[in-house]
């Protein structure tokens, strides 16, 4: 099966994700942040490095989900292809950082990866205000991070919200400002009784 963790920057995908890797014996699929050569530019100068790193995490993430399908085992997996097409390249695109070309290129090249790939068996996202993923984008302290725009952040979040909205597939959604699963067992309890729920039909 393929248990899929979709939300914001900051909204706690990677805790959730080692997390329940831990407590159900996945096998964990991490974002590659620490060694993508393109991240700390894109924060620099989005204009100039936009369509590199989507091209680059689509190139990973496409990686991700054939190596997923094809392995035989239960992943749960720390962002979903479905968010770089959906949210971020479009909002790129439309703050004017990456150009009519270069989206379409783009935009082209996602639906075709798509038409050869289906859908996680679940979806899990993970809902957080701004404020929320302000203190914890703090609290974590990357460098490369620290200088992200609020009106970017904001701009993602109505895109999860819009996408969200019509996703077709199994779903559940974790109100993160109200849910604490690192620091309190119960709230984590819940999601894992949720997660039982949709994949087994168990109920606690």
């Known amino acids: 099966m393929h248990i899929a963790i979709a939300g914001n920057i900051g909204s706690g995908k990677t805790t959730l994700t080692r997390m329940l890797a831990k407590h159900y014996g996945w096998i964990p699929k991490f974002e590659s942040v620490d060694y993508n050569p393109y991240l700390a530019d894109f924060y620099e100068d989005m204009s100039r490095w936009s369509f590199n790193l989507q091209i680059y995490f689509l190139n990973k993430r496409f990686q991700d989900v054939v190596s997923i399908a094809q392995g035989g ?90 996408w969200i909205s019509t996703y077709d597939g199994k779903l559940i959604v974790v109100d993160k400002d109200n849910c604490d699963f690192l620091n309190r067992p119960e709230d984590f309890a819940s999601i894992c009784s949720r997660i039982d729920g949709e994949l087994f039909g168990l109920f606690s």
């Open 73 to 162: 085992q239960t992943v749960v997996q720390d962002r979903t292809i479905f968010e770089d097409a959906r949210i971020f390249a479009p909002n790129l695109h439309d703050m004017g950082m990456m150009s009519d070309r270069d989206f379409d290129n783009y935009s082209e090249l996602f639906d075709l990866m798509m038409s050869l790939v289906a859908k996680p068996d679940l979806m899990i996202y993970l809902r957080s205000s701004i404020p929320g993923l302000i203190a914890q984008i703090e609290k974590r302290g990357r460098e490369y991070e620290q200088g992200i725009r609020i009106d970017y952040l904001s701009g993602l979040n109505k895109r999860y919200e819009d």
